[in-house]
């Protein structure tokens, strides 16, 4: 098994096991994420590629292999997960130079 699959299937268990102490809390957010990445409006693919990208900006490894590999699973393309890693690079780029270019320099000009 690999790296990947070890955390993903880790993650899995430990949720699992969290279910048992508080079974409510782990069905409702089960039956929420299951719902949200079904296909509507926006494709089953495309949400995972939604995924990805928070899951990288988060920093969360398990999310980021998650995502990847359904987005992968759902049809994308390694093409297209490149292109979803590299959107959700701008845009945490961006985020942090709009805070920069607003709080750095409201900062450098108090006195």
């Given at each position: 098994m690999s790296l990947t699959n070890d955390k993903i299937t880790t993650y899995?268990?430990?949720?699992?096991?969290?279910?048992?102490s508080l079974p409510k809390a782990a069905q409702a957010?089960?039956?929420?994420?299951?719902?949200?990445?079904?296909s509507g409006k926006l494709d089953a693919?495309?949400?995972h590629l939604i995924g990805l990208g928070i899951g990288l900006f988060a920093n969360n490894e398990v999310c980021?292999?998650?995502?990847a590999n359904e987005a992968r699973s759902k049809g994308a393309?390694?093409?297209e997960i490149l292109?979803?890693?590299?959107?959700?690079?701008?845009?945490?780029a961006g985020h942090i130079l709009s805070q920069g270019?607003?709080?750095?320099?409201?900062?450098l000009q108090q006195e």
């Open positions: 899995k268990e430990e949720i699992d096991r969290f279910g048992q957010y089960h039956q929420f994420t299951g719902e949200a990445l079904q693919k495309t949400k980021t292999f998650y995502h393309t390694d093409v292109e979803a890693t590299a959107a959700a690079s701008a845009a945490a270019a607003i709080r750095v320099q409201q900062a």
